[in-house]
């Protein structure tokens, strides 16, 4: 991987063709300590927020030595790219080839569930294991959250006890509960909230969990969405944990993707053309650009001037929407970007903070989606861990939203001692 100082390094020196991915390995290893140093359990990296290489092999070099996995190909990552780290998988619904493969090939011992058909499953495929950390996904209220993750996994709090009662006799070893507040979680108390909820259910069941487990959801900064700080959520979870009916040896752990990720990587597209308002980019919503176009969310921006004039574009800003380069008209990302009214054909917008189920997310529609990726020395776009970081041109305009603030954390709370 090539590194270059700043973007504007690369424009100057070769003006790309494709889309380049500009790597931040700093962010990932600021996050990585922050989440280390802040959250008094254990940490889980979610791969799936960004399965690159690259990340996996940052974050175990920084001390997270777990991973929440997905997939048998996830698992097969982690595996090659951090060999010995612990790894949890979470998904509630499995293949039971990629059970088998998980807990006999890779020693994979956590499973998560949210049916007894699950659970039976996972038994049936590590032939009736003793030895297996089983974890019952409860459902819980995503209110607060920007993207829901409610429908989909979860056992109703009504049908709690009796699975948490079946997973307690089926195995040796550890029996938890995990929930998801869903993604990009704006409300730090909706973690306390779920927890209270999850601890009804034990209660019910009369069994203690080994394992509270409070899932991802951590936020990054954005346009428009600037999450408290957090340390707010550290000590939410803190002040659930310990009113929630748990012993001593409970474990208390955590699925943090988006929090660790966004803000290592941007992605430096090339305008192909400009009508009136719009641009016409080398990147879009089949590529890295899929919440910037589903769920319009208005990522931050800065422009280059391409050619023999390279320099970074200032001046008067005004609104622009993007399209991407397929054929789709559902390739199409709202915003709005703000950036300097003269930009136009061969220019290159910088999006921030697509760290996160940016990459991810590529397909190859169209014959495009491939990106190039090089490394950067410069500060993200804006920080949740008090990273030094660039300034962002303000318009002059109460509509500018993809301009951003920026938060501090305020200190880690006092720090309980990890149970394992």
Request: aromatic content about 10%; overall charge neutral.
């Amino acid at each position: 991987m090539r590194t270059y100082q700043t973007p504007l390094d690369l424009v100057r020196e070769r003006s790309p063709e494709r889309p380049v991915a500009l790597v931040r390995r700093d962010a990932v290893a600021v996050s990585a300590r922050w989440f280390q140093t802040n959250f008094k359990g254990d940490v889980l990296y979610a791969v799936k927020a960004n399965p690159s290489p690259w990340v996996i092999e940052t974050l175990a070099q920084n001390g997270v030595s777990g991973f929440d996995v997905a997939s048998l190909n996830e698992v097969e990552l982690v595996a090659k790219h951090a060999p010995g780290s612990r790894m949890a998988f979470m998904h509630p619904v499995k293949s039971r080839a990629a059970i088998s493969a998980a807990y006999f090939d890779h020693g994979v011992k956590t499973f998560s569930f949210d049916t007894h058909e699950e659970l039976e499953k996972i038994l049936d495929a590590t032939g009736q294991a003793k030895d297996l950390n089983l974890i019952v996904r409860m459902g819980v209220s995503a209110e607060g959250a920007a993207y829901s993750l409610s429908g989909k996994f979860g056992v109703e709090s009504h049908q709690a006890p009796d699975l948490m009662l079946a997973a307690r006799r089926s195995t040796q070893e550890l029996m938890g509960v995990s929930f998801h507040v869903g993604s990009q979680c704006m409300r730090p108390t909706a973690f306390q909230a779920a927890m209270a909820q999850t601890g009804r259910a034990l209660v019910r069941a009369g069994v203690f969990a080994d394992v509270i487990d409070v899932g991802g959801g951590f936020p990054s900064i954005y346009p428009g969405m600037i999450p408290p700080d957090m340390a707010d959520y550290i000590a939410a979870i803190d002040r659930g944990f310990n009113e929630m009916p748990v012993s001593e040896t409970t474990e208390l752990w955590c699925e943090p993707g988006r929090a660790l990720v966004a803000e290592s990587t941007s992605l430096m597209t090339r305008v192909e053309l400009r009508k009136g308002n719009a641009l016409y980019l080398n990147d879009g919503a089949y590529g890295s650009l899929f919440d910037a176009a589903h769920a319009k969310w208005p990522f931050p921006v800065k422009s280059y001037r391409g050619g023999g004039e390279a320099r970074e574009l200032d001046g008067a800003l005004r609104p622009f929407e993007f399209y991407g380069p397929t054929c789709d008209s559902i390739d199409h990302m709202p915003g709005p970007f703000w950036l300097p009214e003269d930009i136009r054909e061969g220019d290159f917008v910088e999006i921030g903070m697509l760290g996160a189920y940016g990459v991810a997310m590529q397909t190859r529609f169209n014959g495009f989606g491939a990106v190039e990726e090089v490394e950067v020395g410069d500060a993200p776009m804006a920080s949740m861990f008090g990273l030094a970081r660039r300034s962002i041109p303000m318009p002059r305009t109460a509509e500018a939203t993809n301009v951003v603030r920026l938060s501090r954390p305020k200190g880690k709370a006092g720090q309980r001692k990890r149970r394992r």
